[in-house]
T-cell receptor, first 115, second 111 residues
């Protein structure tokens, strides 16, 4: 389970506020991902990054932003433009992306609630 | 893009019986199919995976089968135990190597 951490574990946000979720890994992985999980649904990809200073939109990127300034870190900002942000957010990392065959390791998650 | 469908959404089994979860995928270029187990409030953890050049893989009480022609793969859990109760997700890689997840199966093992 070690190697990839997320903080905080629980986060409460008022409507109209931006919040940033932290994700750090010490696995020396090149690829990192952000997923959103809602009850009864699978994991949906928000953003992913294959290398430092590069990232791509996933299936549900609207209302979110990311940065990848360091290999170890991939923070996710939930902006006020995200209409329904209450969810469980999972960060993951893998050795690489291209060619698949890459096991993704997940962080413990952040549960975001909009008040 | 890739689309993964997973059935059933819930599965109740008696302890000791077998459980089977099925997934179908749409992208014929998919070549990696992992299965994750997620306990309540915890992170998903890989339990088994299979690559497209293999038809079946087994690890103790867990097995996965892959039919590339039909584009479906299945998870089989034998001799189920209460600790097998969790949500199970299948996934398939798309042509870029990103994973597309199924909606999950809630497995409940009753003593």
């Amino acid at each position: 389970d070690g190697g990839i951490t997320q903080s905080p574990k629980y986060l409460f946000r008022k409507e109209g506020q931006n919040v940033t979720l932290s994700c750090e890994q010490n696995l020396n992985h090149d690829a990192m991902y952000w997923y959103r999980q809602d009850p009864g649904q699978g994991l949906r990809l928000i953003y992913y990054s294959q290398i430092v200073n590069d990232f791509q939109k996933g299936d549900i990127a609207e209302g979110y932003s990311v940065s990848r300034e360091k290999k170890e870190s991939f923070p996710l900002t939930v902006t006020s433009a995200q209409k329904n942000p209450t969810a469980f957010y999972l960060c993951a990392s893998s050795i690489g992306l291209a060619g698949a065959y890459n096991e993704q390791f997940f962080g413990p998650g952040t549960r975001l609630t909009v008040l | 893009g890739e689309n993964v469908e997973q059935h059933p959404s819930t599965l109740s089994v008696q302890e000791g019986d077998s459980a089977v979860i099925k997934c179908t995928y749409s992208d014929s270029a998919s070549n990696y199919f992992p299965w994750y187990k997620q306990e309540l409030g915890k992170r998903p953890q890989l339990i088994i995976d299979i690559r497209s050049n293999v038809g079946e893989k087994k690890d103790q009480r867990i097995a996965v089968t892959l039919n590339k022609t039909a584009k479906h793969f299945s998870l089989h859990i034998t001799e189920t135990q209460p600790e097998d109760s969790a949500v199970y997700f299948c996934a398939a890689s798309d042509s870029w190597g990103k994973l597309q997840f199924g909606a999950g199966t809630q497995v409940v093992v009753t003593p």
